[in-house]
């Protein structure tokens, strides 16, 4: 049948129907959009909250910073010795804020240990060329009882690091490692030398400096706070202050790093090679 042909009117009439139809499917969407939209946004914000509480909560918090200096570093240093075959560190309470630090006892008698003592810098390239050097073997003594060792971290080379005072925040970590675990301190020390920055550069964050420590393998949440929070900044600039300012560890051209003593007797000759600070050694003992 053929089908019936619509007035102008009729046409008219549909075409409205029509339009009307399709006002009211978009006024359906568009109150649809306004409720889901605002819906959608705050869920997207409840997540992200709750991913950025969770990431605070399991960050150790940075302590807070401490006006008195490091335990186990009550004569500015950490005084290590052997036994059974480890090196361990001596125990001992922090200085006290305004206290001096105090003298390290040193057996003077005949066959007592060689007292070594080193100043160094974390920083401090040429600490590093002494430490490749010689590390092994001093360590050995150490290890065998045969010397006793006392490394006192001073900040001198924060001018070589732009303006991030890595200097500072690095020797901050040796006071922080000797806190909390001092008997992993020389094994963290390696690994600041063996990772250390050139200078002209910034130097580590505070994050690259508790990334080394753990690759070193000591993770430990105090030593990550302590880091963040440089805890012991104070004592770091207080004893710098007392090492550069000492007269007898003076050089040619004033303080610097590394100063290295051997039984009382100041080594002055930085070489690569071993044999000439052990000549020295054998020579002051």
């Known amino acids: 049948m053929p089908e ?10 549909q075409a409205r129907e029509l339009a009307r139809k399709e006002r ?7 109150r649809l959009r306004k409720i889901l939209i605002p819906v959608v ?16 909560v399991n960050q150790p918090k940075p302590a807070p910073v401490s006006a008195n200096g490091p335990k186990n570093m009550i004569g500015d240093g950490i005084v290590l010795t052997g036994k059974g075959g480890k090196i361990v560190a001596t125990r001992s309470a922090g200085i006290k804020k305004g206290d001096s630090p105090s003298p390290i006892p040193t057996d003077t008698s005949a066959g007592a240990p060689i007292h070594i003592t080193t100043y160094v810098d974390w ?41 991030s005072r890595y200097s500072s925040r690095a020797n901050n970590a040796a006071a922080c490692v000797a806190n909390y675990d001092p008997d992993d301190f020389l094994t963290v020390q390696k690994a600041f030398y063996d990772n250390q920055p ?19 393998g000591l993770d430990d949440g105090k030593v990550t706070s ?18 550069t300012n000492d007269p007898t560890l ?13 039984n009382g007797k100041q080594y002055t000759t930085i070489t690569e090679d071993n044999a000439t600070f052990k000549a020295f050694v054998e020579s002051a003992s």
């Open 4 to 13: 019936e042909r619509l007035t102008k009117n009729q046409r008219r009439e």
């Open 24 to 30: 009211e499917k978009a006024q359906r969407r568009d």
């Open 41 to 56: 946004v705050v869920v997207v914000l409840l997540a992200a909250a709750g991913i950025t509480t969770a990431v605070i």
């Open 123 to 163: 920083a401090c390239p040429v600490c590093k060329t002494f430490e490749e050097a010689n590390s092994s073997y001093i360590s050995g003594l150490v290890k065998s009882g045969k010397a006793v060792l006392q490394v006192m971290p001073v900040a001198i080379v924060d001018r070589s690091y732009q303006t």
């Open 198 to 216: 050139q200078e002209g550069s910034t130097g580590l964050t505070d994050t690259q400096i508790v990334n080394l420590v753990k690759k070193a």
């Open 226 to 243: 302590c880091i963040n929070g440089e805890s012991f900044k104070k004592w770091v600039s207080a004893a710098t202050t007392r090492a």
């Open 250 to 262: 003076q050089g040619a051209q004033g303080f610097g790093t590394p100063t290295v003593f051997v």
